[in-house]
């Protein structure tokens, strides 16, 4: 299996060899370490439910910034981490702003936020820690696993689109959620032992693969 153990592998691509290095490895899941893979009948249930989908996806831009912020206040010593942290926030809030403006174009209203129904199971996967830094690896192998699993949706969306517009909004994104993901493991790894924190990977990864044999059919980025 295919994994990025550092994330400065990726830092010191140009963004056109990354484009197309990603192009080339996303392909199965492998590069994303996910275990189970999305049914192509969920693109159907996206595309039916166009305007949830994109209501749903801003509101998850919103709450990655707001997640990149929390760790910064409350590691704010770490100064790499929340210096990585920022650009993830703002580059966040910038494809929210991508997703609005993309639905007011389109006629579509963006409404109430709903809760991330995905992410909070995700989060019950772990127990609650008193220990500092056990709970920023644990917040940290949550944010890279929805960022795996935001670009495998996105790549599985982008590539069975008809609409044009749509189709290269989401293969741009993708590559940005894959950035993220390398971040956010690559600082897990970091902060405690490289194996211990493999095999908490390895098993979240389970979880949620068992988690996603039960979704695809509502019209959401994690749905």
Partial sequence: MFEIYKVNFFIKFSKENLIV????????NSMLGLQFETETSWVAVAKNGLEQLLIDHAFAEQKAAANAMSITINYSEETELVRDMMDIAIEEMEHFKMVHELMIAR????GQATKNDYAIKL????TK??????????RLLVAALI???SCERFKVFADNMEDEELCKFYHDLMISEANHYTLFLGYARKYMDTDYVNEKWNALLAYEAQMMKER???AKVHG
């Fill in 21 to 28: 290095f990603l192009f080339l490895q996303v392909e199965t």
């Fill in 107 to 110: 006629g579509m209203v963006l």
């Fill in 123 to 126: 989060q019950k996967f772990f």
């Fill in 129 to 138: 820690t008193h220990d500092r830094t056990e709970a920023l690896v644990q």
């Fill in 147 to 149: 960022e795996a699993r």
């Fill in 216 to 218: 695809g059919g509502l």
